[in-house]
């Protein structure tokens, strides 16, 4: 897919960045870190040239920093920017370096704001092909105002089969159309399981919830990903698969890699 940024007057590119690429999805739970991730990480695989980052909007909770294996507090640049913590070739920022990991967020609407704001202009990325932005669940204030604030390459959006994540992702897709924000695709997440023992296939979250979805609404499915013990443990173990297991069936499966350059 040939991506194309669209400006919006009051937008304004991110320092440094050639293109953002959001992933969303309607529900949480459905593997929207996970599909970031991994995708950050396979666009790095796919082209060791282009400097990849990785932005973690999800303010409430913040997974990055648990499944890129990162913690702690950013450096400030001399002009009082905040440095990308580096795991993996990948550039990282969360709100999960800067709060406690147990603390909760307890915030207004106003300080969830301001503090997307310090995400969005207050990294010193230096030069990025690619920013993959792991953005909250759902279509709220924190979607509106990244789309409305930064030119976006694109969005993916992620589901699993279901018919209440499918209903969401919906929404997703038609308010990223609205703030002109063009879609890239669905991935569909979790559609089957493969019993390790017996090898019995079983499509747990139903089978082709997304193919339809993406039929519907006219949009290309990028991926397909199985629900995978070992997919949730490199994930846990903050070893995400495309690293971790770069030629296995779940990554070769995905097709996520092929489909976004
Ligand atoms: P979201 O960002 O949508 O809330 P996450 O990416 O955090 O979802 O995924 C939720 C949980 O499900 C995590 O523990 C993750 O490791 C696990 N998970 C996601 N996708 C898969 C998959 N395909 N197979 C197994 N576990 C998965």
Redesign the pocket.
């Known amino acids: 897919t040939q991506i194309m940024s669209r400006g919006l007057p009051k937008q304004k590119p991110i320092e440094g960045v050639k293109q953002v690429i959001v992933v969303a999805?309607g529900k949480?739970?459905?593997?929207?870190?996970?599909?970031a991730v991994n995708l950050a990480l396979a666009l790095a695989a796919n082209d060791s040239s282009k400097a990849i980052g990785l932005l973690d909007v999800d303010v409430y909770g913040p997974?990055i920093p648990k499944m890129m294996n990162l913690k702690g507090n950013p450096e400030l640049s001399q002009s009082n920017l905040m440095r990308p913590l580096l795991n993996y070739g990948i550039a990282c920022m969360s709100m999960g370096f800067l709060v406690e990991e147990t603390a909760p967020v307890v915030w207004r609407g106003l300080m969830v704001m301001s503090a997307v704001e310090k995400l969005l202009r207050q990294v010193d990325w230096g030069q990025l092909d690619y920013l993959v932005v792991d953005m909250p669940?759902g279509t709220g204030d924190v979607q509106l105002s990244v789309s409305q604030n930064i030119p976006i390459s694109g969005a993916v959006i992620?589901s699993t089969p279901q018919d209440i994540a499918l209903m969401d992702a919906h929404k997703g897709a038609e308010m990223f159309r609205k703030v002109h924000v063009p879609v890239l695709g669905l991935v569909q997440?979790?559609s089957v399981f493969q019993c390790p023992k017996c090898k019995h296939k079983t499509h747990i979250f139903g089978a082709d919830g997304a193919r339809r979805l993406a039929r519907t609404l006219d949009l290309d499915v990028l991926g397909d990903?199985?629900?995978?013990l070992d997919?949730?443990e490199a994930?846990?173990t903050g070893q995400p698969i495309v690293f971790s297991q770069p030629g296995s069936d779940e990554v070769e499966e995905t097709g996520l890699e092929d489909s976004i350059n």
Do not use: A, E, Q, Y
């Open positions: 999805s949480g739970g459905v593997g929207k870190s996970t599909t997974s669940p992620v997440n979790m990903i199985p629900l995978h997919i949730r994930s846990d």
